[in-house]
């Protein structure tokens, strides 16, 4: 227990010692907070990293004390501005008009991102945030209204301060669609294909069906997803927002998984079209300073 050991150390020579190593308070920050390797050649001050992320969440704790998850018609919110760094639709067919970067930016339920056809599950988005670090305490997702035909159904969102490339971002890379009963042994792990199922494939497919399904906060920031949104059926979703609280996690970037999409209109070339992917918390400027000394 972190306030334990550094009230400790103050009267017992052996805790001294032990709240003075860097492992101790890099497990507390990994365990607490989400932290992962961030790749300096020098020890970084982990007392430090960690006292600033108590100080974070001390100083705005009404962002880590929110009720309840928020469901209802899309209301702005104030979430932390990002920008894109990447996705794998490769077509791009619609980026003239529904860009990625659609999404980033509050405006009418209209500005959309919308993939290309017969792209419509296992999209993914990376996302940077302009702040560099922040504390990301909850992650929401926004359908647009009647006219965009094949809205969101269920999104993933990962978070990390290293690069989007990361193993544990790939960790749900190739899953396949939630409701297929077979899956195509031949296809590929391209965008939108279903995948050779395995033991371990079965494992994370029933994992992703029981995120979806949860309510809670997630248990193991930075390795298992921040959020798990699952959006009602057509015409439910309709202009609707989903919010789901996270564990606070500190995050530099945040790639956002789109299952799949809805597809009343039984189209054959269904895509993905979604309104709004946010992320709400608390900035942590500071926390360049600490970074940028290990190197």
């Known amino acids: 227990d972190p306030p334990t050991t550094a009230r400790a150390s103050s009267v017992c ?5 032990l709240a003075a ?3 101790i308070w890099q497990h507390a920050a990994c365990e607490n907070y989400g932290f992962n390797n961030l790749n300096c050649w020098k020890p970084l001050d982990w007392r ?21 998850d928020y469901q209802g018609p899309y209301c702005k919110g ?9 996705h794998n639709d490769s077509q791009d067919q619609y980026v003239d008009l529904f860009p990625p970067s659609n999404a980033l930016i509050d405006g009418p339920l209209e500005r959309c991102w919308c993939t290309s056809n017969n792209l419509n599950m296992n999209v993914n988005l990376v996302v940077e945030l302009k702040c ?9 997702v926004v359908n647009p ?10 999104v993933l969102a990962f978070g990390s301060i290293t690069s989007p490339l990361a193993e544990h971002f790939q960790k749900y890379a190739r899953l396949p669609h939630l409701e297929s009963l077979s899956i195509d042994p031949e296809a590929g792990l391209q965008p939108g294909n279903r995948w050779a199922a395995s033991a371990d494939d079965h494992a994370e497919r029933e994992l992703v069906r029981q995120l979806l399904r949860s309510s809670t906060m997630r248990t193991q920031p930075g390795v298992e997803p921040l959020a798990a949104i699952c959006f009602p059926p057509w015409p439910e979703a309709c202009g609707r927002q989903i919010v789901h609280r996270c564990a606070p996690t500190v995050c530099r970037y945040v790639r956002f998984q789109l299952l799949r999409s809805h597809n009343p209109k ?4 269904a895509n993905i079209d979604v309104s709004k992917l946010q992320i709400f918390g608390v ?3 500071a926390l360049q300073s600490l970074v940028d000394n290990c190197h």
């Open 48 to 68: 430090a990293i960690y006292r600033l992320c108590v100080q974070t969440r001390t100083r705005y704790h009404h962002f880590f004390r929110l009720a309840n």
């Open 145 to 154: 209204a009647d006219g965009f035909d094949n809205q969101v159904a269920d």
């Open 132 to 140: 560099k670090y922040a504390v990301v305490t909850a992650v929401g």
């Open 266 to 269: 039984g189209h054959t070339n």
């Open 13 to 17: 020579l052996a805790w001294k010692s």
């Open 78 to 86: 104030d979430p932390l501005p990002s920008c894109v760094v990447t």
């Open 283 to 285: 900035p942590m400027t």
């Open 21 to 23: 190593s860097h492992e």
